[in-house]
């Protein structure tokens, strides 16, 4: 349970900063972006698994750069869920994709840290 907590958290933050950084991608509010987030989170847990196995020959190909392709295209539909969160163009799509996966991963991990510090120090 604090696992999906925590990456609906990450996410959220991440998409709310990659929006600040870029132009191509908008949030009009926080509760957009935890919106998104939980989305997101959503996207990446069942619909993810199942594109990366359909393309994984063509990710093979490519030698991996596919994947990003995947990625921008779960960011993409987790955006068509969400009136307030909104992609512009096919490029902007593609990096905020990578920002919010590397920005995300850095948050889950201090956040994870975080809670099984505080775990530790309860008992």
Do not use: Q
């Not at 959220?12 to 939980?38: H, K």
């Amino acid at each position: 349970m604090t696992s999906i907590v925590v990456t609906w958290i990450a996410n959220s933050v991440a998409i709310y900063f990659v929006a600040y950084l870029l132009e191509g991608v908008s949030v009009t509010s926080w509760r957009d972006a935890f919106l998104a987030g939980a989305v997101l989170s959503l996207v990446n847990a069942i619909v993810k698994p199942v594109l990366v196995l359909l393309t994984l020959p063509i990710t093979v190909i490519t030698l991996g750069i596919f994947y990003f392709f995947v990625t921008a295209f779960c960011l993409w539909l987790a955006s068509a869920f969400v009136p307030g969160f909104m992609l512009h163009g096919l490029l902007n799509t593609i990096v905020a994709a990578v920002l919010i996966s590397l920005c995300s991963a850095v948050i889950a991990s201090v956040l994870t840290k975080a809670t099984a510090d505080s775990s530790r120090s309860t008992r």
